[in-house]
């Protein structure tokens, strides 16, 4: 698994100047990026860059929910980003900020709505359990609250944190390669060309129009410019379909790796039903709402089987209008090039076969083609079975978040375990500033093993409770599973990664 070594490339890129060495760039700009940039720079490491193929950043995105375990690992990268995530979130009414106030800063927090829950019920409308949306449950529970922040509000939020100039969009990594005559590694980059859909991160319409982050979609055509940035370390920070990761597995006997695999499992999401019968929509209301402005029907009947995570998971949203998204394990080609109809259809078909309740066949019935969506879903895994997994790191490049460990988002852990890679990574990686061991191969070997054996058991823990579902197992398993993810000690963790 080597890195390419350095070629002459001065008739290829318009910048190849050596004078400028980066102590560290992350390659995306999503909020594990800029975590890291932001813990590094409150470690005091601030010749650092973080780029993003992303033109420019706009409003995209879903809700992603902060749990105890992400909002512990961000408090401990930097208090500061801490606080303005919570003061950014949906959980917390913002105060306005004084006029003129340009600077990032903490604001004070109204108390948090009155207490919501997301409920579970099985097929016939009985609650299984319940999970409370409140910030102060789950702080008194676990020591940390959790909250709910729109991905692009999460990602401003954080990138308000750091300087501008240590943020650079329209930066599309190419490949990397590894210059040691310089003690470095160099990162080619392509800016101002169309971007192609990423085909493992976005949702697809029943016209299979692939929606790739509309900031990347910018219809006018520009000449391509392609630079060279040299950095003592890389974080590849780029999402489940990394750049970085590529540039490590392929030509190595990690290819297989180098693309994420599809785990299984997809999403038919409708935004909204409108036109609901009254009638219906009382019925929906009493027998599975009953209030709830979220919750998820499965056959909990089946939770002690081990084919209970291949059920269909119905995700019910009452809010401003009511929709669904549909949880299925089905073949790729079951999905793709499948129009609005075909889609609607097939989700109709699991729900029958699942035996899901005619209330919940009708409403799906009502879908409108248009609103249908469908989305795979794509895995990094952490275990792999009869080979050894591949490394996370080689030489001075290592990765974090989706680009090492991407998977379903059904137990919302992808984010959170991301924030725990940027806390363990950002304090490995001050260690090697303090020793000034930038150019110690083995230092910087030793310090991203030690990343990989702290947090790749941890991430097959989890990816086997997203793909398995057994925290539904029993209540015993659940409650286990909640203090193990969201009760740990952080300081603890540090406290090890400074040895």
């Avoid at 509000?153 to 310089?182: A, F, G, M």
């Avoid at 990394?242 to 499992?265: C, H, I, M, N, W």
């Avoid at 000034?436 to 823990?461: G, S």
């Avoid at 989890?462 to 209540?475: G, R, V, W």
């Amino acid at each position: 698994m080597d890195i390419p070594q350095s070629q002459s490339t001065a008739n290829l890129f318009t910048d190849t100047s050596i004078n400028k060495i980066y102590d560290v760039i992350v390659v995306g700009a999503g909020p594990v990026g800029l975590a890291t940039a932001i813990g590094l720079r409150e470690r005091g490491i601030d010749n650092i860059l973080v780029i993003d193929q992303a033109r420019a950043f706009r409003q995209i995105g879903q809700i992603v929910d902060l749990l105890p375990n992400g909002l512990k690992a961000l408090k401990c990268v930097d208090p500061n980003a801490y606080e303005a995530v919570k003061t950014a979130s949906l959980t917390f009414a913002n105060s306005p900020q004084p006029d003129g106030e340009k600077k990032a800063q903490v604001m004070e927090t109204n108390p948090p709505k009155p207490s919501q829950e997301w409920v579970s019920k099985n097929l016939q409308g009985k609650k299984v359990r319940s999970i409370s949306l409140s910030f102060d449950v789950w702080l008194q529970n676990y020591g940390e609250g959790r909250v709910s922040i729109s991905w692009y509000d999460l990602q401003s939020t954080l990138r308000k944190l750091l300087p501008e100039d240590k943020v650079k969009p329209n930066h599309r990594c190419i490949n990397v390669v590894d210059e040691q005559e310089y003690g470095c590694v160099r990162l080619n980059c392509v800016s101002n060309v169309s971007v192609e859909a990423n085909p493992y991160a976005y949702w697809a319409d029943g016209q299979n129009n692939i929606d790739i982050l509309s900031q990347n979609s910018d219809t006018t055509s520009q000449q391509s410019l392609t630079k060279a940035l040299r950095a003592k370390l890389i974080v590849g920070a780029d999402g489940i379909n990394s750049t970085v990761r590529k540039a490590l597995y392929t030509d190595s006997s990690y290819q297989a790796f180098a693309k994420p695999e599809y785990s299984g499992f997809a999403a038919i999401y409708c935004r909204e039903i409108p036109n609901i019968p009254n009638q219906l929509r009382a019925h929906l209301e009493e027998n599975f709402f009953a209030g709830s402005p979220i919750l998820t029907v499965t056959n909990y009947e089946r939770a002690s089987e081990p084919a209970f995570s291949e059920c269909p998971r119905m995700m019910l949203i009452n809010r401003q209008s009511i929709g669904y998204l549909l949880h299925i394990f089905v073949p790729l080609n079951s999905l793709q090039s499948k129009s609005g109809n075909e889609l609607l259809d097939l989700a109709l078909q699991h729900l029958e076969t699942a035996g899901f309740p005619d209330e919940l066949k009708q409403l799906v019935r009502l879908s409108p083609p248009e609103n249908l969506q469908q989305r795979p879903y794509y895995i990094h895994r952490a275990a792999v079975d009869a080979h050894r997994p591949p490394a996370w790191s080689l030489g001075r490049i290592i990765l974090v978040g989706d680009a090492a460990h991407g998977m379903p988002p059904f137990m919302a852990q992808g984010a959170n375990q991301g924030l725990e890679d940027a806390i363990v990574v950002t304090t490995l990686i001050h260690k090697i500033a303090q020793e000034n061991n930038w150019n110690n191969k083995q230092a910087i070997a030793l310090a991203f093993k030690k990343y990989e054996q702290i947090r790749r058991p941890f991430m097959e823990y989890i990816q086997e409770a997203t793909l398995t579902q057994f925290p539904n197992s029993s209540d015993q398993q659940w409650q286990e599973y909640n203090q193990t993810v969201y009760g740990r000690n952080f300081d603890q963790l540090i406290a090890q990664l400074r040895v």
